[in-house]
């Protein structure tokens, strides 16, 4: 079964300036964390809740194809998306 993203729910870390968010393969949960540094292009401004939220909605599908091929290199239950996995 190929990954799936139906749950739409997102949460800010504050402290580790990261958004996380959960994909499903079957009954399997994954969990995925992108940090701030790829939804915000302007880290000097300060990393708030609200804009990089703002950020990962507009950048979502973007986002989970990301997701969607790093799981499919190597089936982990979890990730971490930096601004590499973007370039």
Same mark, same amino acid.
């Given at each position: 079964?190929?990954?799936?993203?139906?749950?739409?729910?997102?949460?800010?870390?504050?402290?580790?300036?990261?958004?996380?968010?959960?994909?499903?393969?079957?009954?399997?949960?994954?969990?995925?964390?992108?940090? &701030? !540094?790829?939804?915000? $292009?302007?880290?000097? *401004?300060?990393?708030?809740?609200?804009?990089?939220? @703002?950020?990962?909605?507009?950048?979502?599908?973007?986002?989970?194809?990301? &997701? !969607?091929?790093?799981? $499919?290199?190597?089936? *982990?239950?979890?990730?971490?998306?930096?601004?590499? @996995?973007?370039?």
């Amino acid at each position: 079964m190929a990954l799936q993203f139906p749950n739409r729910s997102r949460s800010f870390d504050d402290v580790k300036h990261t958004v996380r968010f959960h994909g499903y393969d079957g009954m399997f949960e994954v969990r995925f964390i992108v940090e &701030a !540094a790829v939804l915000m $292009k302007m880290p000097d *401004r300060g990393f708030v809740e609200a804009d990089c939220l @703002d950020a990962f909605d507009r950048l979502r599908p973007t986002i989970e194809d990301v &997701a !969607a091929k790093a799981y $499919k290199r190597n089936r *982990r239950s979890s990730f971490t998306l930096t601004v590499d @996995d973007f370039t």
